[in-house]
């Protein structure tokens, strides 16, 4: 069964700290993964993709590392900011279908 | 670039009317659109999937005489939730990708309440 876990599922860090989200998959073969970013009452907006052949992508204080041998995934957030309190999302695609994680809820707080 | 909006951002309507949620690209043709759902706290939840000039493929469990979806064009497709109830309010979010890439690009979702 092609399955997406995430965690932990929510996460309480202090402005300024770093953070590292988890995604583990089942799916395989797999055309890519992605990390989304959801905000509360908003669309998700894609933070990085990566093909089954990348390790590793940055967006900003956004990284996110790819082990396709261990099918795990990891979204790393720098320096966090209040703005980047929202739900985190990992999306793993085959061919023209995409399998969510539950999605990783991050509050920063002041 | 590739950007998708939604229609309207918000509505509220009576139990047992019917209401209809636009989902365009704006600078892109898609190939495939997609209707989400999305409840207070949960993940998104994939309703049924829309290819231009084709019947949309359900879900299972997502009744297709009550959402209607049409995809006339390759850059608007519509939700239409028919005799809505309150168990249908909820977060609806449209999604679309455009060519090879399979790269999904979501609208901002449309909060439906249904009194």
């Known amino acids: 069964k092609n399955q997406v876990e995430q965690s932990p599922q929510s996460l309480i860090i202090l402005e300024g700290k770093n953070c590292t989200l988890q995604c583990n998959y089942t799916v395989s073969p797999f055309s890519n993964l992605r990390w989304y970013k959801q905000d509360t009452g908003r669309g998700p907006v894609s933070l990085t993709i990566?093909?089954?052949?990348?390790n590793t992508k940055s967006n900003g204080r956004y990284t996110a590392t790819l082990d396709a041998d261990t099918k795990q995934s990891s979204l790393h957030i720098t320096a966090s900011q209040l703005s980047d309190s929202a739900s985190y999302i990992c999306v793993v695609s085959r061919f023209n279908k995409f399998y969510f994680g539950s999605g990783t809820k991050l509050n920063v707080k002041p | 670039g590739a950007v998708v909006s939604q229609h309207p951002s918000w509505v509220i309507c009576k139990s047992g009317t019917s209401v209809k949620i636009e989902c365009r690209s704006l600078?892109?043709?898609?190939?495939?659109m997609f209707w989400y759902r999305q409840f207070p706290k949960q993940s998104l939840m994939l309703m049924a999937t829309?290819?231009?000039?084709?019947?949309?493929?359900?879900e299972q469990g997502v009744e297709k005489d009550k959402f209607l979806i049409n995809h006339a064009s390759l850059t608007l497709s519509t939700l239409t939730v028919t005799s809505a109830h309150p168990e249908d309010s909820s977060f609806y979010i449209c999604?679309?990708?455009?060519?090879?890439?399979?790269?999904?690009?979501f609208g901002p979702g449309t909060r439906l309440t249904v009194l």
């Open positions: 999604s679309a990708t455009v060519g090879s890439t399979n790269e999904q690009f």
């Open positions: 829309s290819n231009e000039g084709s019947k949309a493929t359900y």
């Open positions: 600078d892109f043709q898609a190939t495939t």
């Open positions: 990566m093909t089954f052949s990348e």
